[in-house]
């Protein structure tokens, strides 16, 4: 049985930043289905230049889009020692497809993280944030102007999605469609919440031990390294 992880959390609570982590930690493949659609914005793929309007007003993309692209990706191979899913599910509907996914792959059911933050500090996260024009990697806050990607070299430049209005949008379609999820979820004795206020190292270091507590309670063996979340 894999690490199957679901990362929930607002627009700018670190999610993505935390699942890069723990993934690399872990040797997990990391999905994160906003990275597969600028990638195929980029690559002028049919399906992601029909999702590019909805993305640039910050809606969602329809659910049978998400799910088949999660769908085919859970099919490869590399995720069979398990995965961690960063922008999906994003609505109830796209978590009911995504548990009969999970029971049809037989291989170990879904760990779900909370990543929470307070809403004032998402709003002043996310004016600033930038990611990577090459790799798609996100850019440490700290970076100045100047700074090359920390992965790959490549420049970092805003979010074409990160401006104010855009903003607003995402936290309020958040606030509708994605926090039902938490409710979904909540009761599981796979799900924990983890405190996403905190420096970034503190809250790697609650979540890997967290993802492992809840993996021995829910019968998963974790057989990686352990350790402070990586990085
Ligand atoms: P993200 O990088 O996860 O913030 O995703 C960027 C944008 O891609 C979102 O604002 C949505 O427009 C779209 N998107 C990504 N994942 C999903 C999903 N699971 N359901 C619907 N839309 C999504």
Known sequence: MGLN????GAPGAGKG????????????PKISTGDILRRGVKEQL????????????????DDDTMVTIVRDRLAQPDTDVGFILDGFPRTVSQARVLD??????????LLVVDIVVPQDELARR????????????????????????RRCGGTPVFRADDTEAVVLERLRVYARATKPLVEYYRERPTFCAVNGSQAQAQVALELSTMVDAVAV?????????RGAGGG
């Open 46 to 61: 049919p399906v992601a230049l029909l999702a590019k309007e909805k993305m640039d007003r910050g809606d969602l993309v």
């Open 17 to 28: 930043t935390q699942a890069e982590r723990f993934a690399q930690a872990r040797a997990l």
């Open 126 to 149: 996310l004016s600033g944030r930038r990611i990577c024009s090459a790799c798609g990697a996100n850019a440490e806050p700290a970076d100045d102007a100047d700074s090359k990607c």
């Open 217 to 225: 309670r829910s019968g998963v063996v974790a057989v990686e390294a």
């Open 100 to 109: 009969t996914i999970i029971d049809e792959r037989g291989k170990g059911p």
């Open 5 to 8: 992880i679901v990362m929930l």
